[in-house]
């Protein structure tokens, strides 16, 4: 008796992920931009600033006129009055001469500089317009020149970019009021088993509350999806089929989670299986915890049989679902570092060559001071939804490897 | 003529935001809670699961029965049928006997452990009950236990943690439908300059659009606050005072921006003084971007003149404004390490004594392999957005270094 014929290596399921093309794009409003995955690389429109603008409180002055100046030898210069703000300055700077200037002020004609106005003394008479300057400025110095921020043409943000708030500021530095990102991947979620009811609702003896689609509804808005309950539904093939096919027709991705059991697993492939244009690629992963799950595609939807063990649910989204949602999203970080932690394993993990494991970790602090923190093996069986509150993080036993020793440095990628 | 008498170092005014008090409890509907912060510690209200649970598809058996059992000896129990899923067994297993369980299933009277369908085979004559189990189990295989995941009253989640979407699966194993998180701070955002035009329109020579506002909301808002932008003044002590107020009667945390000049610096110096009960407790920071910052107080509200460079402004949000938004969150995410990365700094960079510098940091491929990746100091005025865009993360130089060496091995901050 056994549910699985063939064990999908991980890397093979990883590789269909991987060939799922991005979303269309949408264009939001910018304040709506932070969080949203940029579609296309973001070219400037426009220079910035467009126009040399100082960078500090001081005085604008033709650098030449400061060369030397110190302390003991200021620069006199005559002051030939102050820069509006956001106007066109109507002064030029002729030499010995300079203008008093705000940060954001326009540098007026004849000036190439900025000396610092903690630099700068007035002269004790106080009916002269002239002032000592007691520091050289280069000619640049305390200027941004014109497009020195953004050239025109200049790819400021290539496309697959998750936006920060700092992409947001400079997309409305450049004026624009929208931006185009992809559009989140709709993500249903079904769960299913007799012995499941919402969680709302008091347990007779026997049942257990729907912990699944909250979870993994949780899991994927925070990846950047939409999503959507469609229903807990009993060990009943006709409903569970009726729900699949409603949620297929809205999500891009459907989630049928819980009743993990051979029987009622094969409603869910029978489920799946009876989605139009829908094949089932793979049934049982080399992979613990979530050896049963299963992975259907239609196009470039795909519909999953999760694991009903809660943990086992959680760890299959955080390692499949997550990368899927990326891709779907076009994702590409480039240079910036995915988030992982190094740490001293405290205890050793055994495991099965061939097999993929993903043990979830507590981070401590270090053996010894300046160690790396260490990773707490969080024990509890696959069924425990505690485990996982407990853990901060994974960490991955590859398929070749038969466990990881006490003391291992390893890489902790956190559960977020 | 300087601006600035007296520079207050950083850790005072971290001293400041730490003394901070935690703002009011909420309660929200559960699914809305993942992101939130947790107000009080959460106990368990009942045993999980509620009942002894089998955790794989099996027979459940007496494990004295199998004691022994293996592929060339297997134990033969007369299988007495098969436990309902959501119901309380009848069926009690007496020695010699067993009962098909699925995954879920409420473990029988009389069994103590679950063997594994692997490793059961029917007998060869299909009218006989007998099954043939091959493996042995302790007692406690594969079963969670009554209490095992939750005991009743055990804290499950310490107060002031962050809610991730396994915390939310928790709460709904537990049935509650809502939970007490921290309300979410309002940060008010006010934009001065009389340069500064609403980043929709187009700038004529000398204006340069708004691109604070937008980015520190997108900010406040990642960090769990609530952004609301109350407008942009010109150079106008009267409207900017009117806006303070209504800013600060509605607000949290007011953060003014935009116009850092020394005149202007005084309008918002001036309009947060004149806010009823405010103190002013600092005008400008030992700190490199952002030295011209304003932080005043009345309770638990704070007012901020953050600096108008796009850049400072965001690297003083960063530094300053999210510790505040954690505090008032009451944040407490225990050993949870914070994402820091270490790499290596490509080129010298200069500091001052007594002054600590954030230095924004590209992330790029290790010098050799195996190194860590290397920090490539962005270079730019922070009067440019384009450079924070392009930093990947903040590497901190403290008041005690003249600056950071080629070479050394640097924690970075990620910018996110």
Redesign the interface.
């Known amino acids: ?3 699985f014929l063939t064990l999908t290596p991980v890397p093979e399921l990883l590789a269909h992920i991987a060939s799922f093309a991005p979303l269309e794009a949408e264009d939001v409003p ?2 709506e931009g ?2 949203r995955t940029l579609a296309e690389d973001f070219r400037s429109p426009e220079e ?4 040399d ?1 100082s ?1 500090v ?1 001081g005085f604008a002055v033709r650098a030449r006129d400061v060369f030397g100046a110190g302390e003991g030898m200021p620069a006199l210069l005559s002051c030939l009055g102050e820069i ?6 109507t002064i030029t700077v002729m030499p010995g001469t300079c203008v008093r200037i ?5 540098l007026p004609q004849g000036a190439d500089a900025v000396v610092m ?2 630099y ?3 002269v004790a008479d106080p009916d002269s317009a002239d002032v000592e300057l007691t520091r050289p400025v280069a000619p640049g110095d305390n200027v ?1 020149a014109k497009d ?3 050239g025109l043409g200049e790819t ?2 290539p496309g697959g970019r998750l936006l ?7 997309l ?6 929208r931006v185009r990102v992809r559009r989140r991947p709709k993500v249903a979620v079904i769960s299913t ?5 919402p ?21 994927a ?2 990846e950047g999806g939409e999503a959507r309950f469609f229903g807990l539904v ?2 009943d093939e006709a409903t569970l089929k009726r729900l699949v096919g409603e949620a297929f027709a809205w999500g891009d991705v459907v989630l049928v989670s819980g ?6 697993r094969d409603y869910t492939l029978n489920a799946l299986a009876a989605v139009p244009g829908c094949s089932t690629l793979i049934h049982g992963v080399a992979v613990s915890p979530g050896k049963p799950l299963i992975f259907a595609r239609s196009g470039e939807k795909s519909c999953w049989g999760m694991p ?3 943990a086992s649910a ?1 760890v299959c ?1 955080h390692v499949f679902l997550r990368p899927l949602l990326r891709r779907l999203l076009g994702r590409d970080d480039g ?3 995915e ?1 992982v ?1 190094s740490a001293r394993m405290t205890r050793p993990v055994p495991s099965v060559l061939g097999r993929r494991d993903y043990i979830r970790v ?4 270090p053996l010894e001071p300046g160690d790396a ?1 260490t990773a707490i093996p969080v024990l ?7 485990t ?2 407990k ?2 993080g994974l960490v991955v036993c590859l398929e070749t490897d038969e466990g990881i020793p006490a003391g291992t440095l390893v890489e902790v990628e ?3």
Chains 1, 2 share one sequence.
């Open positions: 008796m056994t549910s910018l304040e932070a969080g910035l600033p467009g126009f603008r960078v409180d509006p703000m956001g106007a066109v300055p705000w940060t954001g002020g326009m106005l903690e700068v003394r007035q941004l020195e921020d953004c400021l943000i920060r708030p700092q992409e947001v500021g400079l409305a530095g450049l004026g624009q009021e088993g007799d012995e499941v009811i969680y709302g609702r008091r347990p007779l003896p026997g049942q257990v509350r729907d912990v699944n689609a909250v979870t993994l509804a949780a899991l808005r925070e009993g060990d009743g993990s059991s051979a029987g009622r009903g063990h809660v959680l989204a240079n910036r570092i988030h932690v507590a981070l401590g602090r923190p509890g069986k696959s069924g425990a939804i505690s996982l509150v853990a901060d956190p559960l977020r």
